[in-house]
């Protein structure tokens, strides 16, 4: 016999992510039958301050699906809380992450000899750090996975493709290496766009310690290389990472 009878959560489960696993999980354990309540739409957005990114009806579908949940229902926002949802739907506990521990409405609960469990509340992923994860991923794509850590303190950025504006914001937005100048032969294009993006002979006029070269492509990392050494930055003062393994992979061609 498991300590309660029918258990109840209550949550929006938007980007339904391993923290939400584990709640239902920790909660099914604790009791014979888990009811789990997913706020609609308009109640999420009234709780969030923004629409959830999974519509209800997907999101009650994913914890349906959810071996641990023996029942999903819907909950509108109502004025009495989760007393009115205990009256519709009864349930000897409520289960929730300690973030909720110090909640007001819980005495509420106790008031009817409800009783409240909290598990540890997953703090490595959330879905706001999730919202924030995409976000980045949008802003920067690739460039996020970027190995920022090798900079120097002063670079010049060449390259103004997807990629190459994805690490441009990311080095100016989030790290401490100053970029001088970000050049590109198509500036005259890029700058009708709002680039600050100026020709590569630039570089000539400015002080700095590498010019990173914002390309995934090593033939293309390599043409750019060689006409930077031809307009006179010595080869050394370039820098180019490869993201994708493709060097390793040609130099295994090589020696085969």
């Known amino acids: 016999m498991k300590k309660y009878k029918i258990g109840y959560v209550q949550g929006s489960f938007d980007m339904f992510h391993i923290g939400h696993l584990l709640l239902l999980q920790r909660a099914k354990a604790c009791c014979e039958y888990l009811r789990v309540g997913v706020v609609s739409d308009a109640y999420h957005k009234l709780n969030k301050g923004m629409r959830p990114c999974i519509t209800y009806e997907d999101r009650a579908a994913i914890v349906g699906a959810i071996g641990e949940v023996d029942e999903e229902v819907g909950v509108e926002y109502r004025e009495d809380g989760l007393l009115g949802v205990w009256e519709q739907h009864p349930f000897d506990c409520y289960f929730s992450g300690d973030d909720h521990a110090g909640a007001a409405f819980l005495e509420t609960l106790r008031s009817k000899n409800i009783a409240c469990e909290f598990f540890p509340y997953t703090k490595r992923i959330s879905t706001t750090k999730l919202r924030h994860m995409l976000r980045r991923r949008i802003l920067y794509e690739w460039a996020e996975d970027y190995p920022f850590e090798q900079l120097p303190t ?10 190459g504006r994805g690490l441009y914001g990311k080095i100016r937005n989030c790290t401490r290496t100053e970029i001088v100048c970000w050049v590109d032969k198509a500036a005259a294009r890029l700058q009708q766009e709002g ?8 570089l000539l006029h400015q002080d700095f310690d590498q010019v990173v070269i914002a390309v995934k492509r090593q033939s293309l990392a390599e043409a750019i290389r060689q006409e930077l050494v031809t307009l006179g930055i010595p080869r050394e003062k370039t820098f180019w990472i490869d993201l994708y393994g493709e060097e390793k992979v040609e130099r295994q061609k090589e020696e085969k």
Request: proline share 11%.
């Open 154 to 163: 002063r670079v010049a950025v060449y390259g103004a493709g997807n990629f």
């Open 195 to 202: 680039l600050p993006v100026e020709l590569p002979i630039r």
